[in-house]
């Protein structure tokens, strides 16, 4: 059954060797950032890993085919097709995508699911889904919550944004079981900004720490993976004070439009970067780099561990 999955010889090789492989999502590329930027974003963020001594795997469906590890075409097809003709999965979406033969975009639970499938330990993002706001009248959770208590990857993201309602996913992931470790400082960060005013429920300095605590989450049987938020660099950060009203602007003007269910995040990202004049993408590009570094060093210590 596992004839439905797709290799590049770069992943390919480093599986059958043990090598240190960091798995990439597609969402940010087709729904979380506008053409050309999400292009030149997604090859240096795979140029960072190889720097880092680690391999690369951006993963998609395409055709109905589960890449794991994108060709130059594909790559170039997804970030240049537009939003309504790649579908947005999660884990309710990819088998029916494959068994449709279309072509789509993994959300941070569907590469999830992907990683697994193919060995893959660590996987880096910019942000992850969670409780949106109002969520006690729309339901609108983020099934990537869900996922992280399911599926044991290492997700290293740059925490969760204030679009977000932040109390409550820290909530969510709690009863759910989810390790939420902030790197290197005691706050959750947010995302744009390093600072979220909320306390993280755990704290890791040390990239080879986080390695072993996947390493004795598996030994202890205990299903799910982690959530390693990294903060933005300083010297890319948009302050709190200041990324804060023009997420309250862009909540407004999506609940004047009424949009629902999945366009709302992509909705609010687009909206954000219009009213920062692009500067939320440079950060989010810088964040995402950030992340690829850090779980270009998570994934060699887990391949240490594993000898
Ligand atoms: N956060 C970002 N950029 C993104 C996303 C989140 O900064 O592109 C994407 C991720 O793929 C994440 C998904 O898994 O949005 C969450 O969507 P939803 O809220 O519909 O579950």
């Known amino acids: 059954m596992k004839?439905?999955?797709?290799?590049?010889?770069?992943v390919a090789e480093a599986r059958a060797s043990?090598?240190?492989?960091?798995?990439?999502?597609?969402?940010?590329?087709?729904?979380?950032m506008p053409y050309p930027q999400n292009l030149e974003m997604a090859r240096r963020v795979e140029a960072e890993i190889r720097n880092h001594g680690a391999v690369p795997a951006t993963i998609a469906v395409i055709e109905g085919r589960i890449r794991i590890g994108l060709d130059e075409t594909a790559m170039e097809h997804l970030a240049n097709t537009s939003q309504s003709q790649v579908m947005k999965l999660s884990r309710a979406d990819l088998a029916v995508c494959?068994?449709?033969?279309?072509t789509g975009a993994t959300t941070v639970a569907a590469?999830?699911?992907?990683?697994?499938?193919?060995?893959?330990?660590?996987?880096?993002?910019?942000?992850?889904?969670?409780?949106?706001?109002g969520a006690e009248t729309s339901f609108d959770i983020s099934a990537d919550l869900q996922e992280l208590s399911q599926t044991p990857v290492t997700v290293v993201c740059a925490g969760a944004k204030a679009i977000l309602d932040l109390p409550k996913t820290l909530e969510v992931l709690e009863t759910l079981g989810v390790p939420v470790i902030s790197f290197g400082q005691d706050q959750l960060p947010a995302f744009w900004s390093r600072e979220s005013g909320l306390r993280a429920p755990l704290r890791m300095d040390d990239p080879g720490q986080i390695a072993r605590a996947a390493a004795i989450r598996a030994a202890l049987k205990l299903p799910g993976g982690?959530?390693?938020?990294?903060?933005?660099?300083?010297?890319?950060?948009?302050?709190?004070?200041?990324?804060?009203?023009?997420?309250?602007?862009?909540l407004a003007d999506a609940a004047r439009h009424r949009i629902a269910a999945k366009a709302v995040t992509p909705y609010l990202l687009q909206r954000i970067?219009?009213?920062?004049?692009?500067?939320?993408?440079?950060?989010?590009?810088?964040?995402?780099?950030?992340?690829?570094?850090?779980g270009a060093k998570i994934a060699l210590e887990a391949a240490a561990l594993r000898g």
Do not use: K
Request: hydrophobic fraction near 45%; charge should be negative; charged fraction near 15%.
């Open 273 to 294: 970067f219009e009213l920062t004049d692009g500067a939320s993408l440079t950060a989010n590009i810088e964040l995402v780099m950030n992340n690829a570094r850090l």
């Open 111 to 133: 590469t999830m699911i992907c990683a697994n499938l193919a060995g893959i330990e660590v996987f880096a993002t910019g942000g992850i889904g969670g409780v949106h706001r």
């Open 3 to 10: 004839d439905f999955i797709d290799y590049t010889p770069e």
């Open 18 to 32: 043990g090598a240190p492989i960091v798995a990439l999502e597609s969402t940010i590329i087709t729904h979380g």
């Open 98 to 102: 494959v068994a449709q033969g279309r």
């Open 226 to 250: 982690q959530l390693v938020a990294n903060p933005i660099p300083t010297n890319a950060e948009i302050p709190r004070a200041t990324i804060g009203p023009i997420v309250e602007q862009a």
